[in-house]
């Protein structure tokens, strides 16, 4: 598994997680497709400022092709700023350990650079498999939260 900087190239994945059903079941549902390439190049110009860290995930070196993404951004939760993890794999790709491995190594970049600080995640109260990365991986269950995504209030892990 290897992370690598969002791209352009990536606009059909970007359209692949976000507009898929399946993919967003628990975000609200799918993004419109009239909207992801705008999508990709706000994420491609936060990157490159460094307000965010959003990779896209490749199953192995030798394969360009990414089969998700990781991202850590800071915003404000209640008036307060934090950091905050988020991922998707794509459906053919899940069960693999790419999601685990993926936010493991972010993490660990992010504590390397002394950057982020505590850092938040508010997996989907019904996605077990992101709420058992969380657990793995040793983050603590504070409570329920609703979220928003995309202008929508989700019930969330926090």
């Known amino acids: 598994m290897v992370l690598r900087?969002?791209?352009?190239?990536?606009?059909d994945v970007y359209e692949r997680m976000f507009c898929d059903p399946e993919m967003m079941s628990g975000l609200g549902g799918p993004l419109p497709r009239s909207g992801i390439r705008a999508k990709l190049r706000h994420d491609i110009d936060e990157a490159a400022s460094g307000r965010a860290w959003i990779y896209m995930i490749q199953a192995s070196c030798g394969d360009p092709a990414a089969v998700g993404n990781v991202v850590l951004w800071a915003h404000e939760s209640h008036g307060v700023p934090i950091s905050e993890i988020g991922w998707m794999v794509l459906p053919e790709f899940q069960g693999r350990g790419i999601g685990k491995a993926a936010v493991r190594l972010l993490l660990r970049r992010a504590r390397d650079a002394g950057q982020w600080g505590v850092v938040h995640a508010y997996p989907g109260i019904t996605n077990s498999a992101s709420n058992a990365i969380c657990r793995t991986l040793g983050f603590t269950l504070a409570g329920r939260h609703d979220a928003v995504f995309a202008g929508r209030s989700l019930p969330t892990n926090h």
Do not use: Y
């Open 5 to 11: 900087e969002v791209a352009v190239s990536d606009a």
